[in-house]
Nanobody
C-alpha cells in the first residue's frame, strides 16, 4: 500500500500551496480519492474528494479556495490551496474515499501563520 503525500510547508495567511499524493495503482483504480486533514487537538476531517467518475466534492470550510484534481496516468491526486487561513493548519493526508483505508501514510504538514 502506498499513500505518499507531499507539498506542505510554512506559509503566511493568504498564500497558496499545492499538495500532491501518489497512491498505489490499485487504490487509485478502484476508489475515489480524498484529502483529509487533522488539526492539532482535533479529529481528522474530509477536506475534498474526487469520485471514480471524476466528480469533485469540496467541504464548506474550503469551498471556493481549495481545488482537488487527479492525474490517473500518474495515480496522483492534487490539492490546490489558495487563500490559506491559520485555521487550515494541520497534517494533510490522502486516502481512498468514501471508504478510507486503515493505513494513512505519514501525511504532509501545512502551517499557516497569521
Amino acid at each position: 500500500v502506498q499513500l505518499q503525500a507531499s507539498g506542505g510547508g510554512l506559509v503566511q495567511a493568504g498564500e497558496s500551496l499545492r499538495l500532491s499524493c501518489t497512491a498505489s495503482g490499485t487504490i487509485f483504480k478502484f476508489n475515489g480519492m480524498g484529502w483529509y486533514r487533522q488539526a492539532p487537538g482535533k479529529q481528522r476531517e474530509l477536506v475534498a474528494a474526487v469520485t471514480r467518475d471524476g466528480n469533485t466534492i469540496h467541504t464548506d470550510p474550503v469551498k471556493g479556495r481549495f481545488t482537488i484534481s487527479r492525474d490517473k496516468t500518474k495515480s496522483t491526486v492534487y490539492l490546490r490551496m489558495n487563500g490559506l487561513k491559520p485555521e487550515d493548519t494541520g497534517v494533510y493526508y490522502c486516502n481512498a474515499w468514501p471508504n478510507s483505508l486503515a493505513y494513512w501514510g505519514q501525511g504532509t504538514l501545512v502551517t499557516v501563520s497569521s
